[in-house]
């Protein structure tokens, strides 16, 4: 006999905008391995996968302006994941230079939703793009340290997903965004991971992060770290991607450019707090070295400098090289702990690392994110194939 899960149907066939993903009853079935019921599952899934679900809104898109466009609507009309607007975020404490930090972090990277309800990561879009998706959920794109210090605390530690061109280099097309997007929930799966187990889920991807004086005319993407195993797969991503350059201006951007979101909500030493204007944009060196990494304070906004900058508070000139700055908190910040919120429960094993790490709830210190005013993805009829247990294949529209 062979045991088939629906998530292993779904990365079999590609499928995952399927209608057997919005069918939580359909969790296993028991069939032999020459069932011809199987290959008749795996088929029709597959022929009906293309013409449902995010693909067949990005089919045109061909630069980062089309696929900004695909992606506004959708997050206009709400369509994420279940695990964005929810209060299943998780929670990090950040001590260091005598205070704690409580932040809410999302699960996963940022995603849209299609029809099927399967979370698609969104890559390929501009880093103005990522800001908007920060905005619409009070969060912000984290600082070169926050992000490692983050990655560092995963619970969840797949390999770094490439996706490269067939003569080397990353491939930058619409496609490689759907092929990362496959690959990481077959990877997921493998391990185990699900949308609501509460646990961090980043590392195998990079994603936009704020600096100081960002202008709008280049990108800055860091991270993406984690090996097979468990391990570091490559050093982080560093100044080489936040420097103006031909292959780094604001035009471009790959598969792997994903979105990291905390939340705005915080607490520091007990008090409730905006992580933005109370922590980063505190005037104690203390206090924002608990998230900031360089060597002058600034406003985790994109742009945050030039004529076109979103900044709140002033930031400052960098002076000199600035090598030593950055994620792992270099020329500036404090030496920090980052530690699973105190009172929460659950557990996980990172792959190759052998130590179970804690699993955790969508609060930090009490903190909730909170959005049940948000709209919801509208309702749409699907046409589900059914796999029965007791025998036979039926239809129904959900």
Known sequence: ?????????LADARARHSALSRLPHLSEVALRADDPRVERVLSVVHVGAASTGVEASLADAKTVEDVDAVYRDYLARGAVPGYVKTDDWVGRQITGGGHTLDVLVLSDYGSIVGPDGVPFRIGKSSQGLAQEYADAFYSILPSEKLLTDLENSADVKIGFIPVQKSGGGADDSVEAVIIANDKAIAALDKVGATESDGLLKIGFRKAYVTRPNLDGSYIAIHGGRWSAAGGLVQPTSGHAHTEPSAANDWTYSDYSHGIVLVSRKAKLDGVDVDLRTDVF???DPEIW????????????????????????FSVGSMSGSDESGGGGGGGGGVDTTVSPTPGTSGGATSPGDGAPTAGLSGSAGGLKQKFSTLSTPSKVGVVALVLLVGGGIAWAVI
């Open 1 to 9: 006999m062979l045991a088939i899960r629906r998530s292993t149907i």
């Open 281 to 283: 944009g505190s005037d």
């Open 289 to 312: 070295g608990l998230v900031n990494g360089e060597r002058v304070k600034f406003d985790p906004v994109f742009p945050n400098a030039g004529a076109s900058s979103a900044a709140k």
